[in-house]
């Protein structure tokens, strides 16, 4: 079992950065597949991006691509979202979450993650 703790959100300026921290307790955080999740006021919780246990791989959806970075220091138990050029449109709470049994299949479906954290706030003003 893993507990999770997100830390780093905040209110920021359009075209700013944040990088949220994602914090596992347990030695074996290391055999976890990791995602972020986002949800907005009103909205369905939508999947933002996800990283393979050993960090080799990773995965973004595509409204993020090319501002969001994913990556991980088991060493450290801890998963980081960087997020640059954001807009209004990303404010939301984000949340990691972590399984052993995801795959690629079925990563984007935070239904099949078991591990939460309570999520942090990302305020982005226009």
């Known amino acids: 079992q893993v507990q999770l703790v997100e830390s780093g959100g905040g209110l920021v300026q359009a075209g700013g950065s944040l990088r949220l921290s994602c914090a596992a307790s347990g030695r074996t955080f290391r055999g976890y597949f990791v995602g972020w999740f986002r949800q907005a006021p009103g909205k369905e919780r939508e999947f933002v991006a996800a990283?393979?246990?050993?960090?080799?791989?990773?995965y973004y959806a595509d409204s993020m691509k090319g501002r969001f970075t994913i990556s991980r220091d088991n060493a450290k138990n801890t998963v980081y979202l960087q997020m640059n050029s954001l807009k209004p449109e990303d404010t939301a709470v984000y949340s990691c979450?972590?399984?052993?049994?995801?795959?690629?299949?079925?990563?984007?479906?935070?239904?099949?993650?078991?591990?939460w954290g309570q999520g942090t706030q990302v305020i982005v003003s226009s």
């Open positions: 990283i393979t246990r050993n960090g080799g791989s990773t």
């Open positions: 979450a972590a399984d052993v049994t995801i795959t690629i299949a079925t990563m984007t479906l935070a239904g099949e993650y078991d591990f």
